[in-house]
């Protein structure tokens, strides 16, 4: 007895050294367990480094000095600085949007401190700071004009293109008043109730009842797959909603084909106001899943890197590349290695930070937005604003919504 028992402890501690965890009623050898951790580590460097499709790094030539016609705000949601930096590392080479000049840091905090989502977004939507779970509404809970509503009120086409549910936090405070980010069903109606002119993302869970009906009232063309995407014709406001649910890493339609078609849609004589988020960075980063992180990185490059080759192309448009706040408290080893950007880079267990995040501008006034380098996020509404008043002039305030519709 003694003896199997002394059998059964070599076994576990060997097992143990590995680095392996296996059922004691199946224990395979020393070598055995070595093999298998050895694979599992081959498996994840080559995911990292070999799989994944950066696109090219290229530096865009845009035009600074024409007034602003065209206004595209591009939001990593949960980007920050340190996972731009993990990406470029795991590329070997800079992200598409590092080569953009000019830059500053952005505060984030909310009136609750850490921010969310919501108040993120209100604050660069909206330009006030605001209430987490708040979506176009200050702290009290009254409207506030939304970016879509100032747009929309001197005469721009409006679009916002996500990855996630389209009536969710980041989207809903360029265009909803509510006190509330979960309320989904209430939030999407809104979008379509304010005749936002393109709406694609995920979400079809949601695209019913009086949503739906409000939806076919205001004159909107729906699709749900790639194929009918590309053959809208901007004859009809455009809704594609492309997954039950999120649309994550390489799915199709990409963020990138979305975005051009957009633009495509959107371009006009009297400009437009886009919004695009990499909505899935941030909650890849919630799951402390790096390789998950590093696939919704990749996409939104691809999607800056089409903005900015449109943009090159015409002059008058804004490209603003920012986040809405840091997820994750990303921090990288010194000398980082490719190797070195895994899981264990994630030090907030998947919780947003106050952590500045970065604000990149190229095209029409870019280098004339900010004085100083760091600035509050409500900081960018008012900039947009600015620039489009000094454009298209005042506009009377008119909500396209009121909070309980």
Known sequence: MKRFLGIILSLIMAAGFCGCQVSQE????????????????TTVSALETDKLEWVDFKE???NSDEPVKNVILMIGDGMGENIIKGSQIVKGDNLVMQGIKNTVYVKTDSLSGTTDSAAASTAMSCGI????????????????ETMVEFAKARGLKTGLVVTQIMPHAT??????????RSVYNTLFKQMVNANVDVLFGGGSEYYRGSTKKTAEKNDYEYVTDEESLL????????????????????????????????LDLLNNDNGFFLMIEGSNIDIQEQEVDMEGTLKEMQSFDKAVNSVLSWAEKNPGTLVIVTADHETGGVTLPENAKPEDINDNCFTSGG?????????????AQSDKLFAENTIENTDISKAIREQLNKTYGQAEVKFLNEKNV
Do not use: R, W
Request: charged share 20%; glycine share 8%; with cysteine.
């Open 26 to 41: 199946n224990q395979p050898s020393k070598e055995t367990t070595s093999a298998v951790s050895q694979a599992e580590e």
């Open 60 to 62: 865009y030539d845009l």
């Open 129 to 144: 700071k605001t209430e987490n779970k708040y979506l176009g509404v200050d702290e009290n809970g009254e409207p506030v």
């Open 171 to 180: 989207p809903a405070g360029m265009v909803c008043h509510y006190n509330a």
């Open 231 to 262: 053959k809208l014709d901007g004859t009809k406001k455009a809704l594609g909603l492309f997954s039950y649910a999120g649309i994550f890493g390489d799915a199709v339609p990409s963020l990138s084909t979305m975005s051009e078609k957009a």
């Open 351 to 363: 919780e947003h930070t106050s952590t500045n995040v970065l604000l990149m501008a190229a095209g």
